[in-house]
């Protein structure tokens, strides 16, 4: 299938007259023309963008920018306005079991009777089947994705005693557990400690080098340049996507965020050390 | 958030009343049911299952009260209890108009299956009509259940009026539904309980890694292909079922607290969902066994309200004495912390007030600390103080002698690792102020546990310039494991 888009809303003039539109096996995620709306009130517009595989994507933007609803969308979660989404040149039903998912951890109610290794082996309930149990040898596995985190010897621990950043390497294990090619991360790194968060970069690192690819919503953008080596700029609508080096700049991040952006000396200070350091 | 469901139950039952006080007509049995002392006869016939429509009772009441509990558990976690207290009192109605339209047509009108027919479209209808009034108006779903409860239930309570002055006396039984009464209960009718809770049973054991994983986290639930919308259906299903077929035996004011009370009491002894559901099914039969067993050698007490008052005596119980979240055990747990708290906060002060007289590692048993130096330090008052002093005694960490206190060589130790480990804390959390200090796991015990190594030598460092840093001395324990290493270091 050819990129025809038929060109009736203004875009920016960087946009790839391409974008979103490939069908090959070998892009990780391809957007192409999502809209999203709720209640009349539309959140997202004319997403599109193809990723490239084996990358580590931030997706940045300000509050109430839709970057959770991208994530959403992209899986069939809440119904969309318009768009085509294809994971691995397929529907996300039919490459459902190569797509990891790490929703936000405020999103659960972790008073939940249930035990971190519990959580974790909830990941493989797709691979167990319906209405068979879950047996040893998925909870060894569990148990090794609780080791890849960190926190193996909480396993059996009810997950409200867990920390902040205990529970949010539980849900990242659950991901892990599928053993996906794609992971998509809700912030993941909001609001944990410092241990945590090296963590959590560490599994990134690792996943990069095995060839998989990661899609992660970001907050904090003086670690942007560090953590992410592709970006994707959204407020309601693609600001810039692409490599870090290239679309990461001042001017974007002011298109972005606006006059609401402070902290754009800052940002700028940490892509020149990361200058520095390639 | 307990506190606030449980003023929405105090509501929803407020606005139930009215409708009672309306209709008193049929409700008056309520009031003269004067309880008479059972014979010894009766007594053992009954609790001897010597009669076969008493066993046929118990039988379904039990296996009853154990699916309401299995499926309770799933309901209670989806947050989603009240749902089928709204569903059992708009099946009033259904009940009601069910009984005239079977007797007009010439049937039975008290033929169990058409009344639940009736029960069901009803109930059913109430739920739709919640779910239209929530997504059409900006009403939540809290209000919706009141009105439809409560505006169903009336309906329901007027019909049966109507019926009654119509046709005097033949509608008679039908309140029966409203509060329960196992003795109208045919073999017949205990089969269809029988058949219903088997099938609940099974779908609750069936899709339980489903059904949890649906309660936990519908957005992964989602992601991961299970389809929501079918589960929740089921889900409905299920507690539509158990709530129509209990509504004989327990009635339909009361239903929702054989879903509800038994799988809230199963919560404080379990922190695992199997054996909660586990736990909610042996207390919802448990319950509704005594219940109706009470109800049947006292033939004026409704069985509904008896499985209820057995069920909330369990839940009582399980509250005050309940070994995980019970509030005996919290009470234990806190008390406990905060001895542990007393102690490292004696420890860290013995430790600081002897600190400047210190050389470093060496420990000089020497040091003395007096009470009144302790007291100001901290904001405890010289009982508790003393108690914590006490306590560090028996532990052999502390030795109090009079008015003064010294560090055993073990107490000197375990003071300056506390004080360091603190000291690390309150640095690091200044140093990593962006790191929000509700969401670090700060139990000092556990600081190397949490930080990476590299963070600890930082702190260190900047300790050591501020002249804060403690030279942890040797354990004496460490020293008698390892022997020559330790002296060497």
């Known amino acids: ?278 | 958030m307990t506190a606030q469901r449980l003023l929405l139950f105090a509501c929803l039952c407020f606005a139930n009343t009215p409708h009672l006080l309306a209709a008193p007509s049929e409700l008056s049995s309520l009031t003269d049911r004067s309880a008479q002392w059972p014979s010894w006869e009766q007594w053992r016939r009954t609790l001897l299952l010597q009669d076969y429509n008493t066993r046929v009772v118990i039988l379904g009441v039990a296996i009853l009260g154990g699916a309401a509990g299995l499926v309770g558990s799933f309901t209670l976690l989806r947050k989603r209890a009240l749902m089928g207290d709204a569903l059992s009192h708009a099946s009033l109605p259904g009940i009601a108009l069910a009984y005239v339209t079977g007797t007009w047509l010439g049937m039975d009108g008290k033929s169990l299956p058409l009344l639940l027919s009736g029960a069901t479209i009803s109930g059913l209808f109430g739920v739709a009509v919640i779910l239209w009034i929530r997504n059409q108006t900006r009403l939540k779903e809290d209000a919706a259940l009141g009105i439809v409860l409560s505006v169903f239930f009336g309906f329901g309570v007027a019909v049966l009026g109507v019926i009654q002055q119509m046709e005097s006396g033949s509608a008679a039984g039908l309140e029966d539904f409203i509060y329960g009464k196992t003795a109208s209960m045919r073999a017949s009718d205990a089969q269809l309980i029988l058949l219903s809770s088997v099938i609940v049973m099974s779908g609750c054991l069936l899709l339980y890694k489903e059904l949890v994983l649906l309660c936990f986290d519908e957005g992964f639930a989602g992601s991961r292909g299970l389809p929501v919308v079918i589960l929740d259906i089921a889900l409905m299903s299920m507690v539509v079922l158990i709530t129509i077929v209990g509504l004989q035996a327990v009635g339909l004011i009361l239903m929702i607290a054989l879903m509800v009370i038994p799988s809230a009491a199963a919560r404080f002894w379990t922190e695992r969902m199997w054996w909660m559901m586990l736990y909610a099914a042996a207390i919802g039969t448990i319950g509704s066994v005594v219940g109706a067993m009470t109800s049947a050698v006292f033939p004026k007490l409704p069985s509904g309200a008896m499985i209820v008052l057995v069920c909330s005596f369990f839940f009582f119980l399980s509250m005050v004495f309940g070994s995980s979240r019970g509030v005996l055990v919290r009470y234990l747990r806190r008390r406990r912390l905060h001895r542990r708290i007393d102690r490292q906060h004696l420890l860290r002060a013995m430790y600081e007030l002897i600190e400047p007289q210190q050389d470093g590692e060496t420990y000089d048993s020497k040091s003395l600390v007096s009470v009144s130096q302790l007291l100001p330090m901290r904001s405890w008052n010289r009982g508790r103080l003393l108690r914590a002093i006490r306590s560090a005694e028996d532990d052999q960490l502390v030795r109090l002698r009079g008015e003064d206190t010294y560090l055993t060589r073990a107490g000197f130790v375990e003071g300056a690792r506390l004080t360091r480990q603190h000291r690390m804390w309150e640095m690091y959390l200044i140093t990593y102020a962006e790191v929000a200090p509700g969401l670090v796991d700060r139990d000092a015990d556990d600081i190397e546990h949490v930080l990476e190594p590299e963070v600890i030598d930082e702190l260190e460092e900047l300790l050591e310039e501020q002249k804060m840093r403690i030279h942890v001395p040797v354990s004496p324990h460490d020293l008698a494991i390892t022997g020559d290493q330790g002296a060497a270091s």
């Open chain 1, 1 to 278: 299938m050819t990129a025809s888009s038929p060109d009736q809303t203004p875009r920016s003039k960087d946009w790839p007259a391409t974008a979103g539109s490939s069908n090959d096996a070998q892009v990780p995620l391809s957007v192409y023309d999502l809209t999203v709306a709720y209640h009349r009130k539309p959140v997202i517009w004319d997403i599109g963008f193809d990723l490239p595989a084996g990358q580590l994507v931030g997706v940045v933007g300000p509050n109430g920018a839709g970057k959770s609803t991208l994530l959403k969308a992209v899986m069939d979660l809440i119904p969309r306005a318009s768009g085509r989404v294809r994971v691995f040149g397929e529907s996300y039903r039919k490459n459902r079991h190569r797509v990891g998912y790490v929703p936000q951890r405020e999103s659960v109610d972790w008073q939940f009777p249930v035990s971190a290794l519990d959580v974790v082996t909830m990941g493989l309930y797709d691979e167990i089947g319906w209405c068979l149990p879950v047996r040893k040898k998925h909870r060894l596995r569990a148990l090794d994705a609780l080791r890849r985190v960190g926190i193996a010897e909480l396993a059996d621990r009810q997950i409200s005693q867990l920390s902040g950043g205990q529970q949010q390497r539980t849900f990242l294990a659950r991901a892990l557990v599928q053993d996906a090619e794609l992971y998509l991360m809700d912030e993941p790194f909001a609001a944990v400690d410092a241990a945590t968060e090296r963590a959590i970069v560490d599994i990134l690192r690792e996943l990069k080098q095995t060839r998989k690819t990661a899609v992660v919503i970001h907050h904090d953008l003086q670690t942007v340049p560090e953590y992410f080596d592709y970006v994707v700029l959204l407020n309601m609508r693609i600001v810039a996507h692409g490599p870090v080096e290239e679309t990461f700049t001042s001017e974007n991040l002011q298109k972005t965020y606006g006059g609401r952006l402070t902290l754009l000396d800052e940002v700028t200070e940490a892509m020149r050390r990361r200058e520095q350091a390639l």
